[in-house]
């Protein structure tokens, strides 16, 4: 990883609520509850929260507040502080806001990257190497990790089967055009575990450390399934989203990403840190409930709750 | 395992949708559901369906039909008819109408074990010595396989921790008693991936090849995710729910049982042949909800559809 994960965790989780899960809700967030979540986030023990993508307000106006929310995150010490950007445009205005963490969503399959950002995967990689450039001419300090956050990795919904040696490709030219990190996507909820396993060790074979981390979505029931079988091969880093907002829903009930609070649970109980409060994470939900009272909230162990005896990995010494 | 395994498939799916999924229900389905829900899970690719169980049917209502089930599901050529026991009586029951595999319940903890079949796990072992006598004592080829069917192995709702070293003891007992089989249970929806590999690793020390399947529940999200965890340490054998049906539901929307349809779109995407045919298997839900109206059916993939481009392994040759 090219991100230096705070040593006294053993996984980094990535909160992807605020730009993932706020994009196509039927209300809008305000700009001062978003703020009031990424403040109680911060306080429960996340480390790096996708705060909002920088993309057309005319397009998407739940993000129209994208840098004032960033000048907020910027003022919360510890954060890492990441958003996501569609093209150059957006990738600029990233940078001016000062993000530390840019993530560009470069698609491996042709027809989600034309659907999604007008761009042929190969110009997708054209743009990136643009965005990397721009970065590197700004003044040091200024300069944000860039991460190629490959979609469509595990399959298309457009075009079904994607190749694995495409995927592999497409994580090189990310890191030749100057891209600190490759992350993998599974936009569309079609990974299984064993394909997880074998394209995850196919990039590294790759591109080495310069791999990051997994996104993987619960559409079909299989995101933390997944999780596990990413943890086998050395993932440390994996993206969710609180109450698993977000993401694309092909159905009433098929949740998007996966849930921040099942996956802290989850890896708490294997024994594996996060830095993360069970308690104040699960108490979040209310404040994201009453921003966007209209929006349904997944996960099964804000339900069920924690089990009796539960000690989490991040409070033993 | 004990249980012979078709050799064209690597993993074997025993539905307890029938006897798990329908004890709890609000409304009671008729045999004749019952009846046509067997029939179409058989002709979906299923090899075992604990079809039953042999509870006394002034506590448990929608199980007085118990035997008719049975000897219709007998009629059903290559099926593996199982059924559920909690006691001597209902073993004798079990076995008088002519199951093929007979599992009994027995508690790690003492506490669930005293709430569930009024037994310490002492004396519930001391039971199991005797149904596998009174087994042993039948005439060949009216002797079921029995299977142990260990609960709370990953934690008890009364007691909290269950200790690991007391699943080995109950597991070791199990065989030592005549048991053919010890399967371990996740009752209430307390493991993680971690300790799923650890305590089937340290059974199967224990006991060799009489370690038969797990039993997991979704109670906290982590089913799918326990399944490959113990896929990893060699289970070949699962039990699933059809649409999650029954378990311990804690809270609205928390489910019981691992999804049927999701846990077999899993392996199979996996590679992994169940021989179950995903579509004939998804058909079923429709027959289900008809027999009982008001109860939720969960699971991902029969709302989020198959992927596009999706080849069940099953179906290569």
């Given at each position: ?20 899960g ?8 305000s700009t001062d ?56 445009k ?15 969503t ?14 042929t ?13 721009f970065r ?105 989203s ?26 708490e ?31 099964y ?17």
């Amino acid at each position: 990883m090219s991100t230096p994960m705070d040593p006294s965790i053993d996984i980094l989780i990535s909160e992807v609520g605020p730009r993932d899960g706020l994009q196509n809700t039927k209300k809008i967030m305000s700009t001062d509850y978003k703020k009031r979540w990424i403040d109680a986030a911060v306080e429960a023990g996340l480390r790096e929260i996708e705060v909002c993508s920088f993309v057309p307000p005319q397009l998407i106006a739940q993000m129209a507040d994208a840098s004032e929310v960033v000048a907020h995150a910027l003022t919360l010490p510890g954060l890492n502080v990441a958003a996501l950007a569609p093209n150059f445009k957006g990738a600029q205005r990233a940078m001016q806001a000062g993000v530390h963490k840019l993530t560009l969503t470069i698609s491996v399959s042709t027809q989600h990257s034309l659907a999604n950002v007008k761009m042929t995967p190969d110009e997708a990689i054209l743009s990136a190497k643009k965005i990397c450039a721009f970065r590197d001419s700004l003044p040091a300090g200024q300069r944000p990790i860039i991460e190629s956050g490959l979609s469509t990795v595990f399959g298309c919904t457009l075009e079904g089967v994607v190749d694995e040696d495409a995927v592999v490709r497409m994580a090189v030219a990310s890191v030749e055009a100057g891209c600190d990190e490759v992350g993998l996507a599974d936009t569309t909820g079609y990974a299984n575990p064993e394909q997880v396993r074998r394209v995850f060790r196919k990039v590294r074979q790759a591109i080495g450390d310069k791999l990051s981390g997994a996104h993987f979505h619960n559409t079909r029931g299989l995101g933390l399934a997944n999780v596990v079988a990413a943890l086998e091969v050395g993932v440390t880093t994996f993206d969710s989203s609180l109450g698993g907002l977000g993401g694309c829903p092909f159905a009433p009930g098929a949740t998007g990403n996966i849930v921040t609070e099942d996956l802290v649970f989850m890896l708490e109980s294997m024994g594996l840190k996060t830095g993360i409060n069970m308690d104040k994470l699960l108490a979040i939900r209310e404040l994201v409930a009453a921003g966007i009272p209209d929006e349904p909230l997944y996960g099964y162990v804000p339900l069920a709750g924690l089990t009796k005896g539960f000690v989490a990995a991040s409070s033993r010494p």
